[in-house]
């Protein structure tokens, strides 16, 4: 009785988490995930200091302090849905605070950006994430850690310098054509190029 309890327990937390309305605090719409975990799904105000767009990890809301683990679809500035407010923006500093894991799809679109700095906790990285924008440095590096990059996320962004991480499992469809880095190791596998990291090899036929 008491084990049926706890699960019944369980399930009705989870149902009312899925339910709960997200909440506004500090310029953001936040979506409750957990107990002390949240979703970024939207921003009421975008504040740049110095052209700096600063997304946050810890947000305070009614006194408890949750962290923001995922970035939710079409969250940040990318136009669908009004959002056009860092439509065509140029020479942008992105960073993404210690602690987010998950980067969802569609943020931005046809933004100049100067820098982009992903943290090591980052472990995804959603569809058309950075979709026709521009990458002024043509320097990326992507975080230790990550393991997924989706479909289309850097097409088109002129990247001419790309450093990977050894914990890179998945790289997704067109995920980086029409850039023109340069990756000093990859190995020839017949007609099929791969990215050589260590003993995993990522295929590149369809980048």
């Known amino acids: 009785m008491k084990k049926f309890c706890f699960v019944l327990c369980v399930c009705l937390q989870a149902v009312m988490l899925h339910a709960a309305k997200p909440f506004l605090a500090e310029g953001g719409y936040y979506k409750k995930l957990s107990k002390n975990t949240v979703e970024l799904v939207g921003l ?6 110095n ?69 090591n906790s980052l472990e995804e990285i959603g569809d058309y994430v950075f979709e026709d924008c521009n990458l002024k440095s043509g320097y ?14 850097f097409e088109e962004m002129d990247i001419d310098r790309l450093e990977l991480p050894e914990s890179l499992e998945y790289i997704g469809k067109l ?14 596998d017949g007609d099929c190029r791969h990215i050589k990291i260590d003993t995993m090899r990522i295929p590149l036929s369809d980048w």
């Open 140 to 153: 990326l590096k992507l975080p230790d850690g990550l393991r997924k990059i989706g479909d289309h996320a």
């Open 44 to 49: 009421d105000t975008i504040v740049l200091e």
């Open 51 to 119: 052209n700096v767009l600063t997304i946050r990890s810890k947000v305070e809301y009614n006194g408890q302090v949750y962290t923001v683990t995922r970035i939710g679809d079409y969250a940040l500035c990318h136009p669908k849905y009004g959002k056009k407010k860092c439509t065509f923006m140029e020479n942008l500093d992105l960073v993404l605070e210690e602690g987010i894991k998950n980067l969802g799809s569609h943020q931005f679109y046809h933004v100049g950006f100067h820098s982009i700095a992903l943290p």
């Open 175 to 188: 995920a980086f054509a029409g850039d023109s880095f340069f990756v000093p190791e990859y190995e020839q």
